[in-house]
């Protein structure tokens, strides 16, 4: 069988992974969280203004930089020639067994649980269940090719953008704002912290808004499947976040508007059903039910599509180094696996869904699911962003010039990077197994390497 895929995704497709791969659960959830950190209401604008330009300064690099390696797997083949064989290979490895399964078991849980609590009068199956089911689901259309993938991605992420504008416009005209008493007297008493207490203010908001951005870099995983890519992805990229920070930073506003500050910090209710039964009346928590199990399941979408794309990259660059090298050998051929009639990277999408139904089973957990995968994830974004100074440094005479370097890569490694010793120091326990088990990639390396010579 061939091992070529075929290019099929536009600038809308990629718009549409991108922006929705990011949008999933955070923006209904976060605000409720980040209430009682804020001392005033122009804070929250900011925490969700400043995590979208830290994205950003990742995107604006890596994008211009898959645009150069513009393959299935672009990240891994950055990060290779950025670092080395060892590095790279430990990045699909911990993709195959860490963040790939996790990212897909994570989102499908919650989708899971909302299924779990709307239908439990009509269909008994519990929040792993329906995880299953629909990871089952997304499985069977992304094998009927990359174009299929890429039309459902963008039906799902129109449909839950739209209804998210909806509920946003219809607050605006349908409720009248409510009257927010000051907030002058909690932004003083920070003041009186002085610098340090206001960066760690910065520091504990950027950290709670900072997860609902994640989800951009999946795109790469699929650009050998971009149409026109140097200009299509960096493109895409960009457009997706910008797309994401504007429909973050109205949605804020209209949660604002209709319960100011200091009552989000006091509520149970979420704002966003607050808002919508204002709006909506009784049939508003309906409606916000139903576009929060949309908004998850178009991220569960991207991910059961991208997330194989980089597992095929592994197999095509190792299946015949490790013809030889029995169960092991074996994997890698079944990741190179690509169908004659759909182009579709098939034993690498099956492989996907079994590994992450794998993590779904074994958590039963969003939050263990997420201590697992997040900080091998992110760490391997923080290189995929830092190669750009190796690339700096011009390969036979050529420079690799990226937009804002190196301003902008040294932002985001350093934003990130705190935001991964935070991970580390306050959850341990599933975050170092997440860690350990991607670290076995360093002796099957190795492994690999003796059987070559």
């Given at each position: 069988m061939t091992k070529e895929l075929r290019r099929q995704l536009g600038l809308v497709a990629v718009m549409a992974v991108v922006a929705g791969d990011m949008m999933g659960s955070g923006i209904f959830y976060t605000p409720q969280e980040l209430a009682p950190i804020a001392q005033a209401t122009w804070q929250i604008y900011l925490f969700w203004g400043l995590c979208g330009v830290i994205t950003l300064t990742g995107v604006m690099t890596v994008g211009q930089l898959g645009a150069a390696l513009p393959r299935s797997g672009a990240d891994y083949h950055i990060i290779r020639e950025g670092f080395g064989e060892l590095l790279g290979f430990v990045k699909l490895w911990q993709n195959v067994w860490v963040s790939g399964p996790g990212s897909v078991a994570a989102v499908a849980i919650l989708f899971g649980?909302?299924?779990?609590?709307?239908?439990a009068s009509t269909i008994s199956l519990s929040p792993v269940a329906w995880g299953v089911v629909a990871i089952l689901v997304f499985t069977g259309i992304n094998l009927l090719g990359v174009e299929w993938g890429g039309r459902t991605q963008i039906a799902l992420t129109i449909i839950k953008i739209s209804a998210l504008l909806i509920l946003v416009v219809g607050s605006l005209f349908?409720?009248?704002?409510?009257?927010?008493?000051?907030?002058?007297?909690?932004?003083?008493?920070?003041?009186?912290?002085g610098i340090w207490g206001f960066f760690r203010l910065i520091g504990l908001g950027v950290g709670a808004?900072?997860?609902?951005?994640?989800?951009?870099?999946?795109?790469?995983?699929?650009?050998?499947?971009?149409?026109?890519?140097k200009k299509n992805l960096p493109l895409g990229l960009t457009l997706g976040v910008v797309l994401i920070t504007t429909v973050y930073l109205?949605?804020?506003?209209?949660?604002?508007?209709?319960?100011?500050?200091?009552?989000?910090?006091?509520?149970?209710?979420?704002?966003?059903?607050?808002?919508?039964?204002?709006?909506f009346g009784s049939t508003g928590g309906s409606f916000i039910s139903l576009l929060m199990m949309i908004s998850i399941l178009g991220a569960l979408g991207g991910l059961v599509m991208t997330f194989p794309r980089l597992l095929f990259a592994?197999?095509?660059?190792?299946?015949?180094?490790?013809?030889?090298?029995?169960?092991?050998?074996?994997?890698?051929?079944?990741?190179?696996?690509?169908?004659?009639?759909?182009?579709?990277?098939s034993g690498a999408i099956l492989m996907s869904c079994?590994?992450?139904?794998?993590?779904?089973?074994?958590?039963?957990?969003?939050?263990?699911?997420?201590?697992?995968?997040?900080?091998?994830?992110?760490?391997?974004?923080?290189?995929?962003?830092?190669?750009?100074?190796?690339?700096?440094?011009?390969?036979?005479?050529?420079?690799?010039?990226?937009?804002?370097?190196p301003v902008m890569p040294?932002?985001?490694?350093?934003?990130?990077?705190?935001?991964?010793?935070?991970?580390?120091?306050?959850?341990?326990?599933?975050?170092?197994?997440?860690?350990?088990?991607?670290?076995?990639?360093?002796?099957?390396?190795?492994?690999?390497?003796?059987?070559?010579?």
């Amino acid at each position: 069988m061939t091992k070529e895929l075929r290019r099929q995704l536009g600038l809308v497709a990629v718009m549409a992974v991108v922006a929705g791969d990011m949008m999933g659960s955070g923006i209904f959830y976060t605000p409720q969280e980040l209430a009682p950190i804020a001392q005033a209401t122009w804070q929250i604008y900011l925490f969700w203004g400043l995590c979208g330009v830290i994205t950003l300064t990742g995107v604006m690099t890596v994008g211009q930089l898959g645009a150069a390696l513009p393959r299935s797997g672009a990240d891994y083949h950055i990060i290779r020639e950025g670092f080395g064989e060892l590095l790279g290979f430990v990045k699909l490895w911990q993709n195959v067994w860490v963040s790939g399964p996790g990212s897909v078991a994570a989102v499908a849980i919650l989708f899971g649980k909302f299924c779990s609590d709307i239908l439990a009068s009509t269909i008994s199956l519990s929040p792993v269940a329906w995880g299953v089911v629909a990871i089952l689901v997304f499985t069977g259309i992304n094998l009927l090719g990359v174009e299929w993938g890429g039309r459902t991605q963008i039906a799902l992420t129109i449909i839950k953008i739209s209804a998210l504008l909806i509920l946003v416009v219809g607050s605006l005209f349908l409720v009248e704002g409510a009257h927010s008493t000051s907030t002058a007297n909690m932004a003083v008493g920070n003041s009186s912290e002085g610098i340090w207490g206001f960066f760690r203010l910065i520091g504990l908001g950027v950290g709670a808004v900072l997860f609902t951005y994640d989800g951009w870099v999946d795109i790469m995983h699929a650009a050998g499947e971009v149409k026109d890519p140097k200009k299509n992805l960096p493109l895409g990229l960009t457009l997706g976040v910008v797309l994401i920070t504007t429909v973050y930073l109205l949605t804020n506003y209209a949660y604002l508007r209709v319960v100011p500050l200091h009552e989000m910090a006091g509520s149970e209710s979420l704002a966003a059903v607050v808002v919508a039964e204002k709006t909506f009346g009784s049939t508003g928590g309906s409606f916000i039910s139903l576009l929060m199990m949309i908004s998850i399941l178009g991220a569960l979408g991207g991910l059961v599509m991208t997330f194989p794309r980089l597992l095929f990259a592994a197999g095509v660059q190792y299946s015949e180094e490790a013809k030889s090298g029995g169960m092991v050998g074996r994997l890698f051929q079944l990741l190179a696996t690509v169908s004659s009639g759909s182009k579709a990277p098939s034993g690498a999408i099956l492989m996907s869904c079994v590994t992450a139904i794998l993590a779904l089973v074994f958590f039963q957990s969003f939050s263990r699911i997420v201590n697992f995968f997040v900080v091998p994830n992110h760490l391997f974004n923080i290189l995929l962003v830092a190669a750009v100074f190796k690339f700096a440094q011009g390969n036979d005479g050529e420079k690799f010039k990226s937009f804002g370097f190196p301003v902008m890569p040294i932002i985001y490694i350093v934003t990130i990077s705190g935001f991964l010793i935070s991970a580390i120091v306050f959850r341990p326990g599933d975050t170092l197994m997440g860690v350990a088990l991607s670290a076995t990639g360093v002796p099957v390396y190795y492994w690999l390497e003796r059987r070559k010579t």
